[in-house]
């Protein structure tokens, strides 16, 4: 069974820059979720799709980020303008619904802003 | 939301057992606990989780008290490739059908040769 695919692997930008990251859930999950995990800490979920619908986006920056999942499958976090703050790997999951089961995770984006 | 605490790191002797001990004393009794694993560069790994009883699978085995307040988490045979942070994490029930998973920083267990 193929994973979560996320492109690219590593990206470096210069803050006010703009960044898109790419995920292709396992097919068949309902749920798909994005995190970001800063250097030393746990990943923190930033929204959460059921569908092509949000479950979850209280953590989401608004004001910067935003996040879509076209046709309930694929799914595209942006960041603009960036901030020097949001170098972090971004990790996209996905589960097959959002109720109690396990999550599958992509190998993440490690976003360097300079 | 329930908290979990953790130790910040163990080390464990490769072929041994290793007992990853995890505290969560507000949890609720529809609350499930969670167990994950990173390993580094890599996102993380599901391991096993459970409601009440004890669970065992091909990777871990979960061993909840009886009231539930903590869980231990134990790799039989640990081996090099066991070398990860693990993450004991309670399940919180969001809107509808969607859970969320809110991870803290875990454990650092070094498995040593």
């Known amino acids: 069974e193929a994973g979560v695919a996320q492109s690219p692997r590593y990206k470096i930008i210069e803050k006010r820059q703009s960044v898109a990251f790419w995920c292709n859930p396992i097919s068949g999950h309902a749920t798909l979720y994005w995190y970001q995990q800063i250097l030393g800490q746990g990943p923190k979920l930033l929204i959460q799709f059921q569908n092509n619908g949000v479950v979850d986006d209280s953590q989401l920056p608004k004001d910067r980020f935003s996040a879509e999942r076209l046709k309930g499958v694929d799914s595209t976090l942006k960041i603009q303008p960036a901030k020097l703050e949001d170098s972090a790997v971004y990790l996209c999951?996905?589960?097959?619904?959002?109720?109690?089961?396990?999550?599958?995770f992509g190998s993440g984006t490690q976003l360097s802003v300079l | 939301d329930a908290k979990t605490t953790q130790p910040t790191s163990m080390d464990c002797a490769e072929g041994r057992a290793a007992n990853l001990p995890c505290n969560h004393s507000t949890i609720s009794g529809n609350e499930y606990v969670y167990w994950y694993r990173q390993i580094h560069s890599q996102g993380p790994q599901y391991i096993i989780h459970?409601?009440?009883n004890n669970e065992t699978n091909e990777m871990a085995s979960l061993i909840i008290t009886e009231d539930r307040k903590s869980s231990t988490l134990i790799l039989p045979h640990a081996t090099l490739r066991d070398t990860a942070v693990y993450y004991c994490i309670v399940r919180v029930q969001t809107t509808g059908t969607a859970s969320k998973l809110t991870f803290g920083t875990g454990t650092r267990l070094q498995v040593t040769l």
């Open positions: 459970g409601l009440k």
């Open positions: 999951a996905s589960s097959f619904t959002g109720g109690a089961e396990k999550l599958f």
